[in-house]
């Protein structure tokens, strides 16, 4: 063999063993490489699996207890009444007010845990739906409803302490004067026919 042949075969075997190297390094490169990160968790889901907006929220059930609110007992009144108020505020405050066209504008204390006051109704407001107003110092406002309704009125007359016939209306007193008139009448004639009875 000659040495160009020699040489070209030289080359052809060093070409075979570095293509055959890096066959072995493309195949091995997945067997070494790290594992694939775990995929981001999608929009809107929480560590853990849980649900968004879940019992897992801090605080979570605790805003509606701790609310502003207002309600007023009885719901509904009548003209002349009083309501008793209770309310809360979302901050802890020393007053708040509560405002209406039924009753003009009171302030509510606490008391028992919950801001109360009471109010009159006065006995020329006029039947209907009114608002009644909160306002906190901070946390805004609430409302709630109030019927009022007329008051009613007394269909009799007021007692008098006359027996039986207090507290009724004018037809029983006339027949009283209609009864004593009959009564008065028939003495009148009775003492007539005697008179006639002597003389004859």
């Known amino acids: 063999m000659s040495v160009v042949s020699f040489a070209a075969l030289s080359r052809i075997v060093v070409a075979g063993a570095a293509a055959a190297a890096g066959t072995v390094l493309i195949v091995g490169v997945p067997a070494h490489a790290e594992p694939p ?13 849980g649900e968004p907006g ?25 003209a002349g ?4 108020i209770k309310a809360s505020c979302k901050e802890k405050v020393d007053e708040a007010k509560a ?9 509510l ?12 109704v006065p006995e020329n407001t006029r039947a209907g739906d009114y608002e009644v107003k909160l306002t906190c110092v901070k946390s805004g406002h609430a ?9 009613s009125r007394p269909t009799h007359g007021p007692h008098t302490g006359g027996g ?6 004018g037809d029983g007193t006339l027949a ?25």
């Open 143 to 151: 409302d709630t409803n109030l019927k009022v309704i007329a008051r």
């Open 99 to 107: 405002h209406s066209k039924a009753f003009g504008e009171i302030v």
């Open 176 to 200: 009283l004067v209609s009864g004593l008139a009959t009564v008065t009448a028939g003495a009148g004639l009775a003492v007539a026919l005697r008179r006639r009875r002597r003389l004859v």
């Open 54 to 78: 879940g019992d897992e929220r801090p605080g979570g059930g605790q805003a509606q207890a701790e609310g502003t609110w207002i309600e007023v007992s009885p719901s509904t009144v009548q």
């Open 164 to 169: 039986g016939l207090a507290g009724s209306d």
């Open 81 to 84: 009444d009083q309501v008793q």
């Open 37 to 49: 990160s775990p995929a981001a968790p999608a929009y809107g889901e929480q560590p853990g699996g």
């Open 109 to 120: 204390v606490p008391k028992w845990g919950f801001l109360t006051g009471d109010a009159t």
